[in-house]
């Protein structure tokens, strides 16, 4: 059976007869510093810091309604998150060992993933990884 990223109906992977999911080849993503977004084949994907996640559950404790309500940016990636199913996960970590954990630095993205159960409250924002759609280079 093949699974298909109806956006851009390009192949990412396949299910063998027992339903293991195979990846293809890596794909490319391009992002800019500065931007919480990136793209691969041209769409548009907001960016998840791997710092913030543990065994499939991705959970930034600082991305709160008070911080975001002070970040245009934030509020962008937030709306993106909630319409949305598909993330970027990217190597990641505080710029410094200083930081307050406020600014971090991409170091190369891993894959796209499928996500689930997105909360957003005053504990941060969580949200579960479900499928890894390609891995990403």
């Not at 391009?30 to 994907?45: E, L, M, N, P, Q």
């Not at 709160?64 to 509020?75: I, R, V």
Request: net charge positive.
């Amino acid at each position: 059976m093949i699974a298909r990223n109806m956006a851009t109906s390009h192949t990412l992977c396949f299910r063998d007869q027992r339903g293991k999911l195979t990846m293809l080849a890596k794909k490319k993503a391009t992002g800019r510093r500065g931007s919480w977004f990136a793209s691969v084949d041209g769409i548009c994907y907001p960016v998840l810091h791997s710092y913030w996640y543990s065994q499939k559950q991705y959970h930034d404790v600082n991305m709160t309604p008070a911080f975001c309500d002070k970040n245009p940016k934030a509020q962008d990636f937030i709306k993106a998150l909630l319409s949305g199913d598909k993330a970027i996960l990217a190597k990641s970590g505080p710029s410094n060992p200083d930081d307050t954990l406020e600014h971090f630095v991409r170091r190369g993205y891993i894959a796209l993933f499928v996500y689930e159960f997105v909360s957003y409250d005053v504990d941060g924002l969580k949200l579960s990884l479900k499928e890894r759609l390609v891995d990403l280079e």
